[in-house]
């Protein structure tokens, strides 16, 4: 098999399930057969082999076990997840995979990280009204992987404060704001995930922008903001001390984890149980 490169097909899902199919037939086995020495379904399997899906970090673990490949289907899948993303997203998205603690604010939505696939995917139809459903899938289906740098071995700390705004701005109609609200309460449960929530009460905002801060054991802190033109990785020693700074005025402004869950609960009772 040959390394992954820049002359692979333009479509990535497609280029993986061709490599699997390939090194399925090579090993002389049925879909059935990859599906037992997997432990996935055989559909999965289908879907992966014809493009429609890319396989989980999981699977392809799997692939290089059964066909043993030496990690040639984990280091194709990383790439292809990187490159499914805006390319001036793909920086952000290597270093929030290695990062020990993730702080993130943010001004008008939830938390990419912390999405439900319907919340996710009324950003993107409303954003690209004019692109394919596929297109606007495959996109979803990236943000979705983006959990996976919650279930790791050892899962970095996610601290998020949301203005009140992201609670209270309608994506998607009712019952989607109802199950992202109520993912909010199930995921703060988690030791290792911790929601507080900027309330209209607190005033002015110390920060009318979203941006995450990203903290490594070894490496230095890492900045990542938004503008209309796309997003920044910024390592800069000043600016990221800045924004640490604004952060910590964030969390003193927001509401206790306690306090932030009664809201989400109370707003999610209140305004989208209808």
Known sequence: MNEFSGSEPSDGYAYFGLEVREARLHAKLTQKGLADETHYQPPYISKVENGLLLGSAQFAAACDRVFNTSGFFARMRERINRREHPSWFEPYVKWEAQADTILDYNANLVTGILQTEDYAYAIYRHAHPTSSEQWVRRKVDARMRRHEALERANPPLLWVILDESCLRRQIGGIAVMRAQLGHLLS????????????????????????????RFTEDPPLLYEESWSGGHVIDSSAQVAQAAATYDRLRADAMSPDESRALIKKVMLEEYSR
């Open 187 to 214: 995921k703060s449960e988690s030791p290792q995930i911790i929601i507080q929530v900027l309330p209209f009460s607190s005033g002015a905002a110390p920060a009318t922008e979203s941006f995450i801060l990203l």
